[in-house]
């Protein structure tokens, strides 16, 4: 005979317990929309933890994009049970149910909602009802972090304007994404984006992939000759990827495009006029560059008219749990896989430093799933990750040794990226002369 549950067991706090471990989620609002309860399946879907969820108004994360389309107008229009199909801000797509619940007088008190992830069944169920087109729909960004808000927030009041914008930041940072971002909340979204990494191709090939060429402009030229990406580009957004590898050549002609809106073609004599508006990106200097003579000054000023920072993932943690599920959930479906993470996993991920930032992560969660067995552990991370967060987290015997690796962490970074005393001084901060005992002090050999 089954033993039942003895009920002096069935407490509250023990029956949440026992829903944490549903693999669906479980979502309760109350009549003021304000979220009761959740379970621990909503930082899968959503990248949250329950205390951030738990006590929020439901529309306000709705409107932070968190999911689409949202189930609780129709709920309240039906009166009754009702499903569709939804997507979250990180690429989980659920089939949500909602369940209205009413009080001994009819009043509606509580609406009960559960998700089931679609892919965890292999199945495809499509809503009762047609999403209407958001005119306003951006590119998904998991944005959670203080930070990242105010440079969407700075983004959205640039980006209808006309203005040439220069995006900042480490490698890996997601500068494309955010170039990509302009664009699409730009009045020119309807037309072209192109791209192009100027640190991808040999000097020569710049030229001509950028301009173009006519038949017979050089040797080896298809015989047709080659449309330039400014002519694909023309009424929309060229992202000048890596910018500051641009050949001082290069840099003139593509300063004469910002001046006067022309170009010529390679090899033509022909005078090409183009509406396109510059958006560029780099992970270097440039004021740097300009010093030293690499980068022209004039094209500088053009370009920098308006520059947004992106902040590095260290800098950006309540972003990193959101990204490591969605990038877990794009592997799954990519691979044809179903991993799963350990808590204590996360937690060694949310504290390593990311030197190479959402691209070094968006690769190492692949890793992981290709490597790993149904559950991601810490004993399947990458040795470096393990060794860096294990060292931080072990108490040191003395404080001035926590100190001084810290100290030469910040010198070592800084100098990595800008390799001279008075750039690692202005990163920090710091006087020049300050900076060349830190760089001598740690074994670092720097010019001035």
Not at 232 to 240: E, K, S
């Amino acid at each position: 005979m089954t033993q039942s549950v003895p009920e002096t067991m069935l407490t509250l706090n023990f029956l949440i317990e026992l829903l944490d471990y549903s693999s669906d989620e479980i979502y309760i609002v109350d009549r003021e929309m304000k979220i009761v309860f959740v379970n621990r399946a909503s930082e899968r879907h959503y990248g949250l933890p329950k205390h951030e969820v738990i006590g929020e108004q439901s529309n306000e994360l709705f409107q932070r994009g968190l999911w689409k389309p949202s189930i609780i107008p129709l709920v309240l229009e039906e009166k009754k049970e009702v499903s569709l199909r939804q997507q979250t801000a990180i690429g989980t797509e659920l089939l949500t149910r909602a369940f209205p619940i009413e009080d001994e007088t009819g009043e509606l008190e509580y609406i009960l909602i559960t998700s089931t992830q679609l892919d965890r069944w292999k199945r495809v169920i499509e809503a009762p009802q047609e999403e209407e087109r958001d005119d306003e729909e951006t590119p998904p960004l998991i944005v959670h972090s203080e930070a990242m808000r105010n440079v969407l927030g700075f983004c959205r009041k640039v980006a209808p304007l006309a203005t040439t914008v220069l995006l900042l930041g480490e490698s890996g940072t997601g500068k494309s994404v955010l170039a990509r971002y302009i664009h699409t909340m730009s009045d020119r979204t309807n037309e072209p984006f192109v791209s192009i990494n100027c640190a991808s191709l040999p000097e020569h090939l710049v030229e001509s992939e950028l301009f173009g060429y006519v038949k017979g402009a050089f040797t080896g030229a298809h015989e047709q000759g080659k449309e330039g990406l400014f002519d694909r580009a023309d009424g929309g957004t060229l992202f000048l990827d890596e910018v500051g590898e641009l050949s001082l050549s290069t840099q003139a002609k593509l300063l004469q495009v910002l001046q006067e809106k022309t170009f010529h073609p390679i090899g033509s004599l022909e005078e090409r006029t183009v509406d396109v508006r510059i958006i560029a990106a780099t992970n270097r200097s440039l004021g740097d560059m300009v010093k030293e003579g690499t980068f022209r000054e004039d094209l500088y000023y053009r370009l920098n008219v308006v520059d947004i920072t992106l902040p590095s993932l260290r800098e950006r943690k309540k972003d990193i749990v959101p990204l490591i599920y969605s990038f877990l959930n794009e592997a799954n479906e990519k691979l044809g896989m179903n991993k799963s993470i350990s808590e204590a996993c996360i937690e060694h991920l949310l504290h390593y430093d990311w030197p190479g930032n959402i691209r070094q992560l968006e690769n190492v969660i692949e890793r992981l799933v290709i490597t790993s067995d149904d559950q991601i552990e810490v004993a399947d991370l990458p040795a470096p990750i393990v060794e860096q967060v294990e060292e931080w987290s072990e108490p040191s015997a003395h404080f001035d040794e926590r100190v001084e690796q810290f100290e030469r962490k910040l010198i070592e970074e800084a100098y990595v990226l800008k390799k001279t005393t008075r750039g690692v001084a202005a990163h920090l901060g710091i006087s020049q002369s300050r900076a060349a005992r830190y760089l001598k002090k740690y074994g670092f050999t720097s010019s001035s």
